[in-house]
């Protein structure tokens, strides 16, 4: 008996927080058809904030997959004074107000600020791409790092001790044995990177501008056009993030097969 | 030989070459360094500018405080409701059985990767004016708490499932045979094995609803005073061209993240402790 209740407490919680609002979503987007949808995500400033939108993640994500490996071998395998705060400022994206990341850019690259003065040498980094591919690494620097973390601890370095007793340089040591090991948590880190890439709303915001044509990706396009009563437009770009949402799910299911008997 | 035999003794310890060598290590810190604390080293510069006073006036402006006050106590309410929820969830997941349970196990990382912008758009169509329900908590105080719920919700789900996974149900049998009631087993047994992974998800939940901005911003309307949160209230101060005022009560947020992270770090050490002794 409590079981069941215990069953429907947690799925009929699960269901009116989560599931009906992102169905909803889904029926008023199509609610007037398929047609005036279509026509709102195709229209010229969707199109540019989608593509805009993927020039981040495709920057961002390489990035942070190089450097999150790298930082992740650091983490585990060497032992340098401030490990710990090292530990804890890669978490702290994970934690803090992307308005605060979106500021604390703008500080930085403003006039003013300690490299403000890139603006007068030409090379413009706030409202402009340079600046919001900044801030889309910034939030999303911690996914591959922690996934590859634990795996590191696990597998220890016993197989890369004996691939180096064998003579194998470290580069092939990493190709050959360290790259393959840590393969999935990187495909899983990386998934997660591209969903929060793709995603990111309030650091972006800030640091953008919100120039509409320009500075604007597909998640601002989706406040804007709200804001200026274009509700169907903006329902219309919320499936299309939300379809890149649900695709990023699957392939997380994909990239994690866990040991699950049950 | 003699730092092979060292280097197995602490499999985690010093290794050779690229693989995690000094190279490695330079590389990953000046990456990290100028991505992540340049700019957080800029912000507190800037805060702390116009000195000591004129920071603690933009702290403690009338607004900030209450903006601040929202933020700290909605989250506080959103981590409670997740500590229950999210357990709840992560129980029915691990120990019953029922058809779709692999589809719903996915939908807990939605929120994960759903933007954050249409996750407040999608509870404002369903809960806001005009919803279906005829319930509209569009620029509510109730209207935020969801927003917070919605994009915490696989914060306590994720860190509960391993470990309850992992439980021995041996422990509940025995005392189950011994007579222990259900509420008896979980509360004696089952629930002082999960509190370290229900803590690190409640504290990791309640830094993300502190700082919450996308999903925030259309529902709740941004009444100062009433429902406006620090980072709404961070956006509105920077537009209205007070930088430091931004800045001000931005450091008081990074402070409170840096503090629930170290927290977290604390409970995961107390987790190994408890899984190795």
């Known amino acids: ?262 | 030989m003699a730092s092979n035999a060292a280097a197995l003794e602490r499999p985690t310890g010093a290794a050779s070459g690229l693989v995690g060598g000094s190279l490695a290590r330079g590389v990953a810190l000046g990456y990290l360094s100028l991505v992540v604390l340049l700019p957080l080293a800029a912000l507190i510069w800037s805060s702390r500018a116009d000195g000591a006073d004129a920071f603690w006036h933009q702290v403690t402006r009338p607004e900030a405080v209450s903006a601040l006050k929202l933020s700290l106590g909605a989250a506080a309410v959103c981590a409670l409701i997740n500590a229950v929820a999210g357990t709840a969830i992560a129980w029915v997941l691990v120990r019953d059985r029922f058809a779709g349970k692999g589809t719903v196990d996915a939908v807990i990382d939605l929120p994960f990767a759903l933007p954050t912008i249409v996750a407040g758009l999608t509870l404002l169509a369903l809960y806001g004016p005009g919803g279906p329900f005829g319930v509209d908590v569009a620029f509510t105080r109730a209207g935020l708490l969801l927003a917070l719920l919605f994009v915490t919700l696989p914060f306590v789900v994720r860190a509960v499932q391993p470990v309850l996974l992992e439980l021995d149900t041996e422990m509940e049998e025995a005392a189950a045979s011994l007579g222990a009631g259900s509420l008896a087993i979980f509360r004696r047994i089952v629930f002082p094995n999960l509190l370290p992974a229900i803590l690190s998800g409640v504290a990791l939940a309640f830094a993300r609803a502190v700082g919450e901005f996308g999903a925030v911003v259309l529902i709740s309307g941004n009444i100062p005073f009433k429902t406006e949160v620090s980072s709404v209230y961070i956006f509105g101060q920077l537009q209205s061209g007070n930088g430091s005022g931004a800045a001000a009560v931005s450091v008081v947020l990074l402070a409170i993240s840096l503090g629930v992270l170290l927290l977290i770090g604390a409970f995961r050490r107390w987790r190994t402790k408890h899984d190795y002794v």
Do not use: C
Request: no cysteine.
């Open chain 1, 1 to 262: 008996m409590s079981r069941y209740l215990l069953r429907f407490g947690a799925l009929g919680y699960l269901a009116l927080i989560l599931l009906v609002p992102v169905g909803f979503v889904f029926y008023r987007a199509f609610e007037h058809g398929v047609g005036p949808a279509w026509d709102a995500v195709t229209s010229h400033q969707a199109v540019h904030a989608l593509e805009l939108t993927l020039l981040m993640a495709a920057i961002a994500v390489p990035a942070n997959t190089v450097f999150g490996v790298i930082l992740a071998l650091a983490l585990v395998r060497s032992r340098f004074p401030g490990r710990g705060l090292v530990n804890a400022i890669v978490d702290l994206p994970l934690a803090l107000s992307p308005v605060v990341v979106g500021l604390a850019l703008f500080l930085l690259y403003g006039r003013g600020g300690w490299l403000g003065g890139l603006a007068d040498h030409g090379i413009k980094i706030l409202f402009a791409v340079p600046g919001m591919v900044l801030a889309t690494m910034f939030v999303s620097l911690p996914f591959v790092v922690r996934e590859v973390v634990p795996v590191l601890r696990e597998i220890g370095t016993e197989q890369e001790q004996a691939a180096e007793t064998l003579g194998a340089s470290p580069f092939q040591t990493f190709w050959k044995i360290t790259l393959p090991a840590i393969r999935w948590a990187v495909a899983y880190g990386v998934v997660l990177t591209t969903a929060r890439a793709i995603g990111e709303f309030g650091a972006v915001s800030v640091v953008s501008g919100k120039i509409q044509g320009r500075t604007e990706t597909l998640p601002l396009y989706v406040q804007a056009q709200f804001e200026q009563f274009d509700v169907q437009g903006a329902y219309a770009a919320s499936v299309v993030l939300a379809l890149i949402a649900i695709a990023t799910v699957v392939a997380l299911r994909a990239f994690h097969p866990r040991e699950e008997t049950s």
